[in-house]
T-cell receptor, first 114, second 111 residues
Framework: EAQVTQNPRYLITVTGKKLTVTCSQNMNHEYMSWYRQDPGLGLRQIYYSMNVEVTDKGDVPEGYKVSRKEKRNFPLILESPSPNQTSLYFC?????????????FGNGTRLTVT | GENVEQHPSTLSVQEGDSAVIKCTYSDSASNYFPWYKQELGKGPQLIIDIRSNVGEKKDQRIAVTLNKTAKHFSLHITETQPEDSAVYFCAASGSARQLTFGSGTQLTVLP
């Protein structure tokens, strides 16, 4: 089944403790992206990747890192999480370049930072 | 950059009635306008999209209309059913490199 898989689905952590949220897609998509969803703010892009070893900042990149060493994986790294990063996170992939092609989303990771 | 405004933020309709969600955008260079549906506990899923060379597109009970002059586009759902209850997001491509999403509409279909 074609899908985008995120792990974990739920994560509770403390301020400053480094964490990684994994994302993997099995559709051979070149484009991958991370979003955060907050009430009343919709989906805001954190980082995106047009291809292996090519990453770029989205609208809200502060406090996040990403890497794209393989085509299928695009982990999101929070080196020193803070409470304002408590949110619902989504990974997405696309067969095109993301801007004008359908996005395939994972089922989300709900992160709570205390 | 692109700015997308979505209204209303919540919408309740009786089963069988129609629902309309509207979005406006600011960047005249936008040429791709998708709509996503997010069910509880899941990620958004594309339900319909439209490109700027088309004024309207239909897929069974769902339709999207685009008015490029006024810079707005709308999602129309006819004969609503309980399974249509979800959060709906519009988006626009803009001249920047990535999509900009609206803030979402919680649609509730009352039995």
């Amino acid at each position: 089944e074609a899908q985008v898989t995120q792990n974990p689905r739920y994560l509770i952590t403390v301020t400053g403790k480094k964490l990684t949220v994994t994302c993997s897609q099995n559709m051979n998509h070149e484009y991958m992206s991370w979003y955060r969803q907050d009430p009343g703010l919709g989906l805001r892009q954190i980082y995106y990747s047009m291809n292996v070893e090519v990453t770029d900042k989205g609208d809200v990149p502060e406090g996040y890192k990403v890497s794209r060493k393989e085509k299928r994986n695009f982990p999101l790294i929070l080196e020193s999480p803070s409470p304002n990063q408590t949110s619902l996170y989504f990974c997405a992939s696309s067969p095109g370049q993301g801007k004008s092609s359908p996005l395939h989303f994972g089922n989300g990771t709900r992160l709570t930072v205390t | 950059g692109e700015n997308v405004e979505q209204h209303p933020s919540t919408l309740s309709v009786q089963e069988g009635d129609s629902a309309v969600i509207k979005c406006t955008y600011s960047d005249s260079a936008s040429n791709y306008f998708p709509w996503y549906k997010q069910e509880l506990g899941k990620g958004p899923q594309l339900i319909i999209d439209i490109r700027s060379n088309v004024g309207e597109k239909k897929d069974q009970r769902i339709a999207v209309t685009l008015n490029k002059t006024a810079k707005h586009f709308s999602l129309h759902i006819t004969e609503t059913q309980p399974e249509d209850s979800a959060v709906y997001f519009c988006a626009a491509s803009g001249s920047a490199r990535q999509l900009t999403f609206g803030s979402g509409t919680q649609l509730t279909v009352l039995p």
